[in-house]
C-alpha cells in the first residue's frame, strides 16, 4: 500500500507560492500592457488548478500540445482550449470529437493532408472546427515557412468544416541568439513576419482575425510588435535555469525548486543526491549558454550537478564531507522545468516554508 | 472523462513479446550456466507483472533503487527485496519500516552515518536488518573505494539491528570502453576486484556470503568471476539502442520500441513525430559510441532523430515527403529505455502483430 507521502519526503518539486503569483501577474500585466491576449501554455504545469489561477488572473484560454492534456483542464471545466499541435489520425479524431463536446477548441495546423481530416469531423458535426496556420519563423521544427503560407492557408480556408481564424507560430529560435537583446531582436521580427504575413494574406482574402505567438523568452518583446494579438507562454508560471540564464529570469522568479537529499559522499570532491534523470532529466541549457550541469544548487554557486545516472546525481564540490552531511536537503532549480514536472505526480505549493498544500499533476504524461 | 486509449494511439510503448520471453529466458540461463543468482533491477520496466515473471524465470527475488518501487512491488507479494540505494532520513526510515512488515528486504549503504539509520530501525524492531556494503569499482557514483572498505565494512559490521552480508557494485563505468571487449575486460577486472575484496574482508572477520554485481551489459562476462554470487541486470528484459551498440544487443533483442506517427512534413528534409524529450527523453546514447540522435527509427536506418523539443520529434530525412506520408506510423528503438518507460502509464504487450494486453507501469515516477 502505498502511504500519502510528505513534502519533505525527497526528491520532490516545491512552488514557492508567492513567488509563482507574482510571475502570473507579471505575465497578466505584459499581456493587458501590450493589448494581447494570453492564452498560458499548460505544458509547464500540467495542472488544472494552475490553468483555472491563470485564467483568474485574465488568460483568455489556454494552449495545450496533446489531446489528453485537453482531457483533463476540460474535465476541471475550462472551455477554450488551443491545441496548438497538428491532430492527425482516426485515434486522435475520435478523441477530439468527445472533447468537443465539452469544450470549445481551436487548433493549429500546418498541412491540407492534416486539415482534411478536421474538416471531415467539423462536417460530421454540422459546425467549423477554428484552426491557426501554424507558421515557422525560424525555429524549423513544424509550421509553413511565410513564402509557402498563402497556397496552404487558401487550401485549408478553402474546406468545408473547417474555419481558418489566424496564424501562429512558436519563435524557439529566438532562444539561440548569443545574448538577451539579440533574443529580443530576432522575437521582434518574428513578430513583425508574421504581422506582415496576416496582412498578405488578408488582402488575398484569407480572414486572420488572430496572429498568436509564443514563448516565455520573448512574450516581453514580442507582445508590444503591433499587430500581434495573442501570446502562449508557459514556463514563466516556474521560471527555470534557462530562463535564468538568458536573462528573464531571476533566482527569486524561479518559483520551482527540486527538493533533495544528499544521500552519499564517497569522496571528498563528490557528493551525490536522490535525484538523478528520472527526477531532473537529462535535459541541458540551451546551446547558447554553454553553461553544463543539470541544475543550479541554491545556496552553492560553486557546485556542479556534473553527472545524472536515473536516480544519481553526483554533486563536483571542494571539500565535500566539510560542506555536506549525508541526510542534508538542498533545493535544485532546475535546468528545463516542463520535463521536471512531467516526471512528477505531485507539486507542493510552499508558503512562508510551510506546504500549504499538494498539486496534482493530473496531466503528467498526457502525450497522446 | 478519460477514454481508454488504445495501442495505436501514439505515441506508445510496444513490447515484443517473444523478444522479451528470449531476453529473460537468456539472462535466466547465463545466471544458472554461471552458477550465481539473478536479482534483476526492475527499474527498466518498472510494472509488477514483469517482475513476477522475472521470477517465474527462475531470480531469487528483485532490485530496486527507491522504496516506492519497493512498495509496489510488495504489492503484488514480491517477497524478497533488495533496495540498491542509501536509504536516509526520517521519512524514508518510516517507509522502510512499514515495507519491512510485508516483504524481506536487505538494503546496500556506503557509509557507517547511513548505517546508523538502519541500526536504530532493527533494533527498534529486534530484528537485524541485511545490509551489503556499496563498493564504487570505477564508476565514481556512490560506493567506498576497495581500501575504504575494511575499516567502513567494520564499522557497519559492529552496528546493532544490522547484519552486512556481502559487498555489491555496478560496475557501469565498463561502458566507458570504446569496445565491447574493453567492456567484458574491464567488467571481469572489476568482479575479480569484488571477490578479491570479499576475500580481504573475509580474512578480517567480516561474514561477507554475498558478492553482487550489476548490469546488463556486462553480466554475460561478469557473472562468470569465480567468487561471483549474483547478478543485478536490468535493462536486458528489453534492450535499448545504448545495448544494440555496445553489442550486447541487436535488433531482434531489442523488445521495446516507441510506436509514433509522422505529423508533419514541413520541408523535404524534415519529417516530424508526436514524440519528443516527454516521450523518448534527452538522453543520448553513452559517451563512446560517437552516435546521435534520439533513436533509432526502425526500417530507416539513414535517418536521424536529429532533435527533440518536448512534444515534436525532427527526423533528418532526405526526400521526406517522398519518403514518409502524414499519419504514418513509425516504431523507434529508444537510446536508453528504463527513463522512456518511466514516462509511461502504459505498455502494450504486442505478439504476431495483436496487442494481447496493456500493462501498467504502476511504479512508474516512484523516484522517492
Redesign the interface.
Known sequence: ???Q??H?????LHINAEAMERNLQEMAHVAADAGVALRPHV?THKSPSLALRQLEYGARGITV??I?EA??MA?AGIKDIRIA??I??A??LA?LA?LMDRADVSISI??V??ARGLSELGQSRKKRIPVLLKI?TGL?????TPPEALSIGKGIAALPGVELVGILTHE?HALHEATLDGAKRAAREAGKAMVDLAEELRKAGLNIKEVSVGSTATARAIAYVPGVTEIRPGTYIFNDLNEWTIGVATEETCALTVLV???????EN?A?I??G???L????LGPPTGKKGYGYVKGHPDVTIA?L????G?LEVKDARKRFK??QHLEIVPNHV??VV????VMYLMRNGQCERQIDVLA??K??
Chains 1, 2 share one sequence.
Open positions: 500500500m502505498q502511504v507521502l510528505s519533505l519526503d525527497t526528491p520532490c505544458k500540445a496533446k489528453g482531457d483533463v474535465d499541435y497538428p492527425v489520425g485515434e486522435k478523441r468527445k500546418d498541412s493532408d492534416a515557422n524549423d521544427r513544424v509550421g509553413v524557439g537529499t544528499v544521500v552519499s559522499i564517497p569522496a563528490r551525490v536522490d535525484a534523470s528520472k527526477t532529466t537529462s535535459d541541458l553527472r545516472t536515473e536516480e544519481h553526483m549525508i541526510g516542463c520535463p512531467n516526471l512528477a505526480d503528467r504524461g502525450n497522446r
